[in-house]
Structures are given as C-alpha cells and as structure tokens.
C-alpha cells in the first residue's frame, strides 16, 4: 500500500460546495459536490468527468441496462470553491472566530464561507 493511501488528506472543499474545475477535460465546468474522498484526495463534481458505463441489467435490482453517462472523481488539486459572496473561484483561508471556532474564508473578498 502506498504512503498517500494510509493518510487522510485534509480537504477544504466538502460536500455541497460550488466548486470550479481548473484542470484536465471537464476545465472551466462549474458544478455542486457530490461526494469527497479524502483517503484518495479526489471530489465527484455535478456534470463534470463525465464517463460512460456499460452496465448489464439486473432485475431484481431494478437496474436497467445499456450505456450509463455518471461522473467520475476529480484530484481535489484540480478545482478551487467558487465564493459566494463574489462569485469567483479563490483558495481556502481559515479564521478563528472569538468563540475559538475555525471558519473557512474567501482570500480574494475575505468573506466567511457557510456551509
């Protein structure tokens, strides 16, 4: 087993955060996260990667078969979290708030990120 594979990556993007895609196929793709996995440092994004499956149909699963389009993860390096309050993509900061809380902000406005 590799060294990346026994660590978790701490990861500033999480689930339902708009992110961008900044590199590879998908680049310039906006879309919701779906899903985070830091044991693998990759995010499946809303309409990005998008990938086709041949999938046999399974009855008893109620799965129908035939050519499936779904996403495919992303390396977290390769999108950056689209701010809302400006609306443009930036990197992650963190703030401690005066109750001693950490809270994520924007370093391009310096606005805090809800999530």
Not at 35 to 60: C, L, Q, Y
């Amino acid at each position: 087993m590799s060294e990346k594979a026994e660590t978790k990556m701490r990861l500033g993007v999480r689930r339902g955060d708009t992110v961008q895609v900044m590199a590879g196929r998908s680049k310039g793709r906006s879309g919701k996260v779906l899903f985070v996995d830091p044991w693998k440092g990759t995010v499946t994004v809303e309409h990005a990667n998008m990938i086709k499956r041949h999938t046999r149909a399974n009855p008893s699963k109620n799965v129908r078969g035939g050519i499936l389009e779904k996403e495919a993860p992303i390396n977290i390096s390769n999108v950056m979290l689209v701010c809302p309050s400006c609306g443009k993509h930036t990197r992650i900061g963190y703030a401690r708030l005066p109750d001693g809380t950490r809270t994520r902000t924007c370093r391009r406005c310096n606005a805090t990120i809800e999530s």
